[in-house]
């Protein structure tokens, strides 16, 4: 979008929030970028400059402005729905592959080599890996800066930092201020916490509707792993270098969010992970836009819009969980994963409510007697295999999946049909097109509306709704008085 300079001029002149994380606006004659919103008097066009990243403004000399925190938009929503090269990089770096395992470990990841890697993010966003990486560690400084008392040492080696003097020398870079000046204007009251809790927010474009999201996570959640407790959403969390416990409630602008980490060096990804989960980087209106264009699903979108799709902190979690889910009620398939839990998860200690464990890694239920399970033997079958072959890194879920290829993969196992590859697609590959025709809510909640009912008519109906049709599911879904549909009380 930033190539287009007439509409982010237009974008900028009318503080417009819904295009904030889409592009960064450089003002040449102050030497700052700004979000789009940016509360300050627009500057001349002619003193504009557009550019795709804050990492491109950073690489260009840009400094983040005072007053809109640029560092703190929400993210583009290009990445999440989009299974190309670039988003998969981008998915992978926001999950501090970089930081871990360099850019080569990124590039195996993505099966390119790393100059090509180099070469197509440099082409779309303006700068490289490395300099993206580098923009994501500055913003969790000052995150870590501006909310804990932490001392600035153990902030530069949490944040990603190699060493002190780097640290210091992006911050002063980025935000034109010396890290302990960052936490002398911090607001006043901060807790200044020192124990791995943080208290932060998570920004998202409005609308955004909390019923079907939240209600489907706390409807569904695992016992000990997920539970809703005073208005908020929490669950464990399995990290690369420990454990986290992540309290989300959602506000009338933002999700209020508290992190409790055993490591700090884990924030950027847990803080991605649950901007994921909650879907937080999608563009409701241009979603809510096409599938009005529908005139049956119009009053739908118009009654409740900004809907979400519930995703997962965890791809292969979710894809045990679908699993287990197959043909059964929502309370059977969290009795079934509650035993795998208690059986097979990982203690945590939770001094503030009721989450016991992780859930199980691919490792340890690739251990598990079938006869153990209480299920019909053909699905015993397919949830062994499922767990073998992501133990063995023959499934691959994670942000770098090549979509089509995974689905592939999974039709491929015993007991994966059309609905159960979806689901996964849907809610735990991020694919923002997937749909369920064959779902019975779905079904239902077409023929109740006048759409086709028959999967192959729907689909062919619900071709109009691309490249959203997973956005229309909840929609569709919402219809129903599943608990799924309601935010808790």
Sequence with gaps: MHIDTGRCV??????????????????????????????????KPENMRFLPSAAACQQAGFRACKRCRPDTSPGSPEWNQRADLVARAMRLIADGVVDREGVPGLAARLGYSTRQVERQLLAEL????????RAQRAQAARLLIETTQLPMADVAFAAGFASIRTFNDTVREVFALSPSDLRARAPRGNPGNTTGALTLRLPFRAPLNPDNLFGHLAATAVPGVEEWRDGAYRRTLRLPYGHGIVTLTPKPDHIACRLTLGD????????????????????????????????????????????RVPRTVDEAEFAVRAVLGQQVSTAAARTHAARLVTAHGEPVDDPEGGL??????????ASV?????AMPRTRRTTFTTLVRQLADGEVRLGPDS????????????????????????????????????TDLGIRRAAQELGLPSTPAAL????????PWRAYAVQYLWATDSHPINFLPV
């Design 10 to 43: 237009r974008a900028v002149q009318s503080k417009d929030a819904r295009f904030d994380g889409w592009f960064f606006t450089a003002v040449v004659t102050t030497g700052i970028y700004c979000r789009p919103s940016c509360p300050v008097v627009p500057p």
């Design 126 to 133: 303006g700068a490289g890996p490395l300099a993206l990486a």
């Design 264 to 307: 700090l060096r884990d924030l950027t990804v847990a803080i991605s992970r649950c901007r994921r989960m909650l879907d937080l980087d999608a563009d409701p209106v241009a979603i809510d836009d096409q599938l009005r264009t529908d005139p049956l699903l119009a009053p739908l979108v118009d009654k409740a819009p900004g809907r």
């Design 356 to 365: 016991t464990h992780l859930f199980p890694a691919p490792d340890a239920l």
């Design 369 to 373: 007697d079938p006869e153990s399970l």
């Design 402 to 437: 090549d979509w089509p290829a995974t689905r592939a993969r999974l039709l491929d196992l015993p007991g994966f049909g059309p609905w159960t590859v979806d689901v996964i697609a849907m809610r735990a590959l991020g694919d923002p097109d997937a749909f369920l025709p």
């Design 459 to 466: 689909t062919a109906r619900a071709s109009a709704w691309r």
